[in-house]
T-cell receptor, first 113, second 113 residues
C-alpha cells in the first residue's frame, strides 16, 4: 500500500521569494504522483502530475516538481511566489493503475507582503 | 459536461440517522473514489471502485458502505451517523486510459449533531 508524507504543516514565504514544498512517498513500484492546490472554501485544482518519463514536470501557474526515485520525493517548486498562491497544497500518490490515490495531510502556504 | 456531481451540498444529521451521499459522473470514467477532508488531515480515502460491481476499501472505510451498480453512480452510505463523521466529503472519478488526473466534485459538507 502506498503512503505520502508532507512534513511541513505551514510555510510562510515573502512575495517574490522562491518556494519549495516537500513531499515524500512510499510505494514499492513506480508511483503516479500529483500535486493539487485548494484555496479556502474551494475545491481541488490539479497543478501537475507525474506518470512516467521526464522526472521534471511542469504544471500550471508556474509550478514545477521533480521526481527523485532515490529519495522517494516529489517536491513542488516555484521560482517566485505571488500573493494569490496562498492556499493549501496537497501531494498525492497513486498505485500502479492510479485507481487508488492517497493524499498527504497538506501544507498551508502563507505569503508575506 | 456536468463532470462529477455531488448531492446534497450541505446536510445536517442527528446521531444514529442514516443517509446516502450521491455521486454521479457523465464522463464514462471507470475509476471512482470517495474522500473525506478534515482540518489538518488532508483528504483520506474512504472507498474506491475500479468499475461497475467492484469496490474496495480505502484508508478509513469503517462506518461507510458503497456500491457501484452502474458506471455513472457511486453512492456513499452512512448507516448510523456519528459525530466523528462530520466532515467535507469529496467524490472523484478518473479514466483508466492514459495519464489522466482525477476529476473532483464540489463536495458535500456534512454535520452530525
Amino acid at each position: 500500500a502506498q503512503s505520502v508524507t508532507q512534513p511541513d504543516i505551514h510555510i510562510t514565504v515573502s512575495e517574490g521569494a522562491s518556494l519549495e514544498l516537500r513531499c515524500n512517498y512510499s510505494y514499492g513500484a513506480t508511483p503516479y504522483l500529483f500535486w493539487y492546490v485548494q484555496s479556502p472554501g474551494q475545491g481541488l485544482q490539479l497543478l501537475l502530475k507525474y506518470f512516467s518519463g521526464d522526472t521534471l514536470v511542469q504544471g500550471i501557474k508556474g509550478f514545477e516538481a521533480e521526481f527523485k526515485r532515490s529519495q522517494s520525493s516529489f517536491n513542488l517548486r516555484k521560482p517566485s511566489v505571488h500573493w494569490s498562491d496562498a492556499a493549501e497544497y496537497f501531494c498525492a500518490v497513486g498505485d500502479s493503475s492510479a485507481s487508488k490515490i492517497i493524499f498527504g495531510s497538506g501544507t498551508r502556504l502563507s505569503i508575506r507582503p | 459536461n456536468a463532470g462529477v456531481t455531488q448531492t446534497p451540498k450541505f446536510q445536517v444529521l442527528k446521531t444514529g440517522q442514516s443517509m446516502t451521499l450521491q455521486c454521479a459522473q457523465d464522463m464514462n470514467h471507470e475509476y471512482m473514489s470517495w474522500y473525506r477532508q478534515d482540518p489538518g488531515m488532508g483528504l483520506r480515502l474512504i472507498h474506491y471502485s475500479v468499475g461497475a460491481g467492484i469496490t474496495d476499501q480505502g484508508e478509513v472505510p469503517n462506518g461507510y458502505n458503497v456500491s457501484r451498480s452502474t458506471t455513472e453512480d457511486f453512492p456513499l452510505r452512512l448507516l448510523s451517523a456519528a459525530p466523528s463523521q462530520t466532515s467535507v466529503y469529496f467524490c472523484a472519478s478518473r479514466s483508466q486510459a492514459g495519464n489522466q488526473p482525477q476529476h473532483f466534485g464540489d463536495g458535500t459538507r456534512l454535520s452530525i449533531l
